[in-house]
């Protein structure tokens, strides 16, 4: 088994993350002005890793008492796999633990949120100014005392709604403080929230609240994106009646005025009704309610949220975290990964939206449980747009506000290296403490940039490693502990016994490519896929095990190898989800989208390579040759154009291929699988096509798909 056989979906040139041997020795806290590390040395994680592993019981308990419990847990753990029970008898509150607790500690004047949106004006050729933009952007600050007004109110506004402990509150809405607050006030009457990202489309609302059993839904009537509206309420209104065919009933529709200048929004007032559903204005029932509203007291073990995420089945699977093993396991997470400390003048930021995991993690709960003010961005990095093309928005955000933790995706950070070196240059980033990444793996060069011209070669790095599954960080240097190579995310955190092995659950050596696996449960792991437990046994439970007990371990579904000194790089995702722009996506998600289309026979979607987006969107497309007589059409420019729309309208524009190959048919196997790794070859423009093709239904199809490169 050599280092490339786990390569589908890889985005990693294994070529040049083998040969990577460069090495970034961690630096002491006060050359970044830090007062300490949290974790100082090698040493010292190695032996708290031992002992978290060794007594994982011991470990959990002195991290989970880091919490505030109305009643104290009486046992760590019930483990019966794949089933955790974790701080058995506990009762707490999340948004208390994030919110309240400060502020009875005598800290509600501090920052919670700063919050920068997104619309400014250019800057026009005035002399006198000494802004880059003629307007300044929008600032808002809420500290701890405005955070427990705001939940409070829009608490007892859910509650008014009929909103009741257990139920599941959908929300879709742009990043403005009212998300947050919107998130925090479902956990503060113990509903759960179910986050949607403002970027997916009617039809993925729809699926995901019925899914979910979800009645009330809190958006906005838009939000802005590179200048232009999202049309939130627009798409919601779709949603609805959607959901009213399906006979799915959704109450109430709670909406915040964002934008204003929508026509659906200006005819609308509190009462109105769409279907069945009652809409409602925030300012005329979260304004207007009690600022009164006392935190349910929750089980350890009761749901906090559920967040969809993309499947190798076409449909997206409901992730269910709950309350006690989440928080704990975020705030350590968030406090470790980048050193946070309360009152020492930090300001966290994390440019991830809310709507995916990375945005409930590291933009709300672990870094307001940790007392460190949270930045939240409404916008694209290039609004405004500069003349030569792209924008420097981040790094003026970053130096407006005193950032001292970033944390971005490669995606990104390969987009801000093609605008240019100039654009972080002109900008005064000397705030910065320590940089971090999410998403994907990072490329070396990619890497090295962030270090050179983000980090100006002061800041440790943390490449950290997780899933949407995991809750927070399973893997990542500690920033002045580990020393760091560009492309690894290095050691396993604190509690997680993370391993490569093979398909019989044998540990691997170096540098053999293998599955990564966790063999013991962690406070932070899902507890199930919502209504659907066949598929959290079989997605995660079923493929590895411990070859000596049966007992099943945890498969995250990526390919992994690790080094001579334990690091561990990961080489992408072994099943038929590929990450495009750091965003997770089913194939089968974008194929059910194309078959939807009256033209289209059969569609096969495979991820290739990509520069900035680590994946491109490939879809190969057989056509209904009737429709396209019946209809005068051909398999066109104009076609793919209507193709492409359409996954957009079905899915949401981040699943637009990047390309749409037509062909007669699909290669297959006997059986009658479609030959995606052969498809995938061709796609990527592999020379020799690596598949043996003998088990090909029919041969001219190859030869065929190979005459329609581009
Ligand atoms: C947090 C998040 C999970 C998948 C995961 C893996 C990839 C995330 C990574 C990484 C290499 C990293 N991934 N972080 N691969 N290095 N630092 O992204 O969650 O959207 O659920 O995606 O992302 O393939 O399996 P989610």
């Known amino acids: 088994m050599g280092a490339g056989w786990y390569t589908p979906g890889m985005s990693q040139n294994i070529e040049s993350v083998l040969n990577e041997t460069r090495k970034f020795p961690p630096v002491p806290a006060a050359s970044l002005g830090f007062a300490r590390w949290h974790i100082g040395s090698e040493e010292e994680y190695r032996a708290l890793h031992a002992r978290s592993i060794a007594d994982p019981e011991g470990f959990w308990r002195e991290e989970a008492k880091r919490l505030a419990w109305f009643r104290p847990f009486d046992r760590v753990l019930e483990w019966s796999a794949p089933d955790a029970k974790w701080f058995v008898g506990g009762k707490l509150n999340a948004c208390y633990n994030c919110v309240d607790r400060h502020v009875q500690a005598g800290f509600g004047e501090c920052e919670a949120i700063i919050w920068e949106g997104e619309p400014v004006s250019p800057r026009t050729n005035h002399p006198s100014s000494t802004s880059r933009y003629a307007s300044e952007p929008e600032i808002r600050r809420l500290t701890y005392r405005d955070l427990l007004v705001q939940t409070s109110k829009a608490a007892n506004a859910l509650k008014a709604l009929?909103?009741?402990?257990?139920?599941?509150?959908?929300?879709?809405?742009p990043m403005v403080p009212e998300l947050a607050v919107a998130i925090l006030a479902c956990a503060r009457i113990g509903a759960a929230h179910s986050v949607i990202f403002g970027g997916f489309a009617p039809t993925a609302i729809s699926e995901r609240m019925i899914d979910a059993g979800s009645r009330v839904i809190v958006t906005a009537d838009g939000g802005y994106r590179r200048g232009e509206v999202v049309p939130l309420l627009r798409n919601v209104e779709e949603a609805l009646g959607l959901l009213r065919n399906h006979g799915h009933v959704v109450e109430h529709a709670l909406v915040l005025r964002r934008v204003g200048h929508e026509v659906a929004a200006g005819a609308m007032k509190t009462g109105d009704k769409r279907g069945e559903t009652v809409m409602h204005w925030w300012h005329d029932t979260v304004d207007r309610?009690?600022?009164?509203?006392?935190?349910?007291?929750?089980?350890s073990e009761d749901m906090l949220f559920l967040l969809y995420t993309s499947g190798s089945t076409g449909k997206p699977k409901g992730i269910l975290h709950t309350t006690g093993g989440y928080l704990t396991f975020v705030q350590m997470t968030a406090r470790l990964s980048f050193n946070l400390?309360?009152?020492a003048g930090q300001v966290f930021w994390c440019s991830a939206d809310i709507g995916w995991v990375t945005g409930h993690s590291y933009v709300l709960y672990g870094i307001l449980m940790n007392r460190v003010p949270t930045l939240m961005y409404e916008g694209a990095p290039n609004f405004p747009a500069l003349p030569g093309g792209g924008g420097d928005r981040f790094w003026s955000i970053i130096a407006r506000h005193r950032v001292t933790q970033f944390y971005t995706a490669p995606t990104a950070i390969r987009t801000f290296m093609k605008w240019g070196d100039h654009l972080p240059a002109a900008h005064d980033l000397s705030s910065l403490k320590v940089l971090g990444t999410v998403g994907e793996p990072i490329n070396p060069e990619a890497w090295i940039w962030y270090h050179e011209h983000i980090g100006r070669k002061r800041c440790p790095i943390v490449d950290t490693y997780w899933q949407t599954e995991t809750g927070g960080h399973i893997v990542t240097p500690l920033p002045g502990a580990i020393a760091t190579k560009p492309g690894s995310c290095t050691l396993p955190m604190l509690g997680v016994d993370a391993v490569v092995v093979n398909e019989a659950g044998q540990e691997l050596g170096p540098n053999q490519g293998g599955l990564f696996a966790i063999r013991k449960p962690w406070p932070g792991m899902l507890r199930g896929v919502y209504g659907n437990r066949e598929r959290f046994v079989s997605n995660y439970w079923s493929r590895l095990k411990d070859p000596k007990t049966g007992e099943p371990w945890y498969f995250s579904a990526d390919g992994a190898r690790r080094d001579e000194d334990g690091y561990f790089w990961v080489m992408g995702r072994v099943d038929d989800v590929i990450k495009v722009s750091g965003h997770l996506l089913g194939t089968m998600e974008v194929e059910s989208a194309l078959v939807s289309h009256p033209a289209v026979a059969e569609a096969a979607v495979v991820g290739v390579p990509h520069e900035i987006k680590g994946n491109a969107i490939c879809a190969f497309v057989s056509l209904k040759t009737h429709w396209l007589k019946a209809n005068n059409r051909h398999p066109d420019e104009l076609l793919r154009k209507e193709l492409t729309s359409h996954v957009a309208k079905e899915v949401g524009a981040l699943a637009k291929p990047?390309?749409?190959?037509?062909?007669?048919?699909?290669?297959?196997?006997?059986?009658g699988?479609?030959?995606?790794?052969l498809l995938r070859d061709v796609a990527a423009g592999v020379e020799k096509i690596t598949q043996d093709t003998t088990t090909l239904e029919d041969f001219s199809v190859v030869a065929k798909l190979r005459e329609n490169e581009e």
């Open 341 to 343: 400390m309360p009152d």
């Open 673 to 677: 699988k479609i030959m995606r790794r």
């Open 162 to 173: 009929g909103v009741k402990k257990g139920d599941v509150v959908t929300i879709y809405m």
């Open 658 to 671: 990047d390309q749409i190959r037509f062909a007669d048919g699909l290669p297959k196997t006997r059986s």
């Open 289 to 299: 309610a009690s600022d009164a509203c006392p935190c349910a007291e929750m089980d």
